[in-house]
């Protein structure tokens, strides 16, 4: 079930969460035993530490541009593009300028 979010509603995913300086900012749409979908913003140089996700990790970035490194292999993914981090690979994300990305989780 979707929260946080207006249904039947045309929106941009972006607009969902607003830049905070210094700070990471994430907004969770969906959470289950399934499936989590989050909307996050990054400040530049702003990062979420190396940890590993118990479902395959889908990224997509809606603006800006993020440096994801997992396992040991650095990718700079920017709007527009999508990353999958897989099941129990450690990975990390950082704002190489400020930017925001969806995260779909699927366990």
């Not at 990054?42 to 996700?53: P, R």
């Amino acid at each position: 079930m979707y929260k946080n979010i207006d249904k039947q509603t045309k929106l941009n995913l972006k607009d969902l969460v607003e830049y905070q300086e210094g700070q990471v900012v994430s907004k969770t749409l969906v959470q289950n035993d399934y499936v989590s979908m989050t909307i996050f913003s990054f400040d530049k140089g702003e990062e979420i530490s190396t940890h590993a996700a118990g479902g395959d990790a889908m990224v997509t970035v809606l603006e800006g541009k993020g440096r994801f490194t997992v396992g040991g292999e650095v990718f700079y993914v920017e709007e527009g593009e999508t990353l999958i981090m897989p099941k129990d690979i450690p990975h990390a994300v950082y704002g190489e300028e400020r930017f925001k990305m969806q995260l779909t989780v699927s366990f």
